[in-house]
T-cell receptor, first 109, second 114 residues
Framework: GQNIDQPTEMTATEGAIVQINCTYQ??????LFWYQQHAGEAPTFLSY??LDGLEEKGRFSSFLSRSKGYSYLLLKELQMKDSASYLCAAMDSNYQLIWGAGTKLIIKP | NAGVTQTPKFRVLKTGQSMTLLCAQD?????MYWYRQDPGMGLRLIHYSVGEGTTAKGEVPDGYNVSRLKKQNFLLGLESAAPSQTSVYFCASNTGTSGASEQFFGPGTRLTVL
């Protein structure tokens, strides 16, 4: 079956760095997405990886290892506004997104 | 551009009632999707459309119907609502022309079925 695993909740301190991990199993693979979702709001796109390696975009970076079925989202210089859920989603061979349950990130001052 | 809009934002139904959720996008996207989001679970695809006049079943289609009569609109219908359909419903759209096409989401509809 198809499955996405990510931690349910993480806590970090303002100004610090946090890494959110995601492992996936899909029928075929056409890329890995990360979305941010603030409470009560819609998901918004953060990053897309289809090749192995690190993609950097400002304070956020995303890493992919296709051979390990593994990705992580790295958030640097954490700000209070980064408190949100982070959704990992893998695209299968039919170009459908398989979504993880999300990781709730709590930022403490 | 408004992006993706959904109406209504909130709704309370009684078991057995029917309703239609409307999604509209002004980005000229070919692909549109309906998801439901429940606590502790990932987004689950209900139905999707790859173009005007087409629809297809997703992961959890039972109890729902959809129509895509116009490219910019995607309607989700509940013919006889059940408490298990209490959820937050999100519509999304994208160009669908490559794997890298991000999905743009509407603000969601919070539905409670009593």
């Amino acid at each position: 079956g198809q499955n996405i695993d990510q931690p349910t909740e993480m806590t970090a301190t303002e100004g610090a760095i946090v890494q959110i991990n995601c492992t996936y199993q899909t029928s075929g693979f056409n890329g890995l997405f990360w979305y941010q979702q603030h409470a009560g709001e819609a998901p918004t796109f953060l990053s897309y990886n289809v090749l192995d390696g690190l993609e950097e975009k400002g304070r956020f970076s995303s890493f992919l290892s296709r051979s390990k079925g593994y990705s992580y989202l790295l958030l640097k210089e954490l700000q209070m506004k980064d408190s949100a859920s982070y959704l990992c989603a893998a695209m299968d061979s039919n170009y459908q997104l398989i979504w993880g349950a999300g990781t709730k990130l709590i930022i403490k001052p | 551009n408004a992006g993706v809009t959904q109406t209504p934002k909130f709704r309370v139904l009684k078991t057995g009632q029917s309703m239609t959720l409307l999604c509209a996008q002004d980005m000229n996207h070919e692909y549109m999707y309906w998801y439901r989001q429940d606590p502790g679970m990932g987004l689950r695809l209900i139905h999707y459309s790859v173009g005007e006049g087409t629809t297809a079943k997703g992961e959890v289609p039972d109890g729902y119907n959809v129509s895509r009569l116009k490219k910019q609109n995607f309607l989700l219908g509940l013919e006889s609502a059940a408490p298990s359909q209490t959820s937050v419903y999100f519509c999304a759209s994208n160009t669908g022309t490559s794997g890298a096409s991000e999905q743009f989401f509407g603000p969601g509809t919070r539905l409670t079925v009593l």
